[in-house]
């Protein structure tokens, strides 16, 4: 198997682990949309709230944003301004890309690192939620393994983006 066809392998995982994630954060949008109607509703029509719902909303948010970066990094749905940049001839701009994916993937793997630790940290401490007392370190968790994939997926950027340097 040569390097190329090994590095295109990897690319595929990584996109399909991206996209699974992203469905995951796709449901636990549905669970969350249903949580607030839910929650209105019961404020509204019978003046009792769900006791917590402000609190699992939140872990919610935190899950949906963790759980879409990857795939938003796959399918270049970030914000980008190329004023400047898409005037540069096609060669300086994947130079250009070259340097920014490593960059990205740089942070996003040191972010991963860091976000883990804290996770390990807050997990040994005990750490929880105020008012239903859920544990904070499970979601810190899926917040460095989303930043982990994140950084993946810029690394797989960026040998894409040397290949094309090399080709032209």
Known sequence: MSTV?????????????????????AVVLIVMMGLMFADVSM???????????????EYMMALVISLAIAYTGVTN????VELLVAKFPKRAQAAMDVF?????????????????????????AGV??????IPV??????LAVCAGLLG?????KWID????VAEK
């Open 100 to 124: 920014h994916f490593l960059v990205c993937s740089i942070f996003f793997m040191l972010l991963c690192y860091k976000t883990a630790v804290q996770a390990h940290v807050w997990a040994e």
């Open 128 to 133: 929880t939620s105020m008012i239903l007392l």
């Open 77 to 80: 749905n970030h914000i980008a």
């Open 137 to 142: 370190y499970p979601f810190t968790w899926v």
């Open 152 to 156: 993946l997926v810029f690394f797989v």
């Open 43 to 57: 404020r509204f029509i019978f003046n009792a709230p769900i006791v917590g719902a402000f609190e699992m909303i």
């Open 5 to 25: 066809k090994a590095f295109r392998a990897f690319e595929k995982v990584v996109n399909q682990a991206s996209k699974v994630v992203n469905v995951i954060g």
């Open 161 to 164: 983006a040397i290949i094309k």
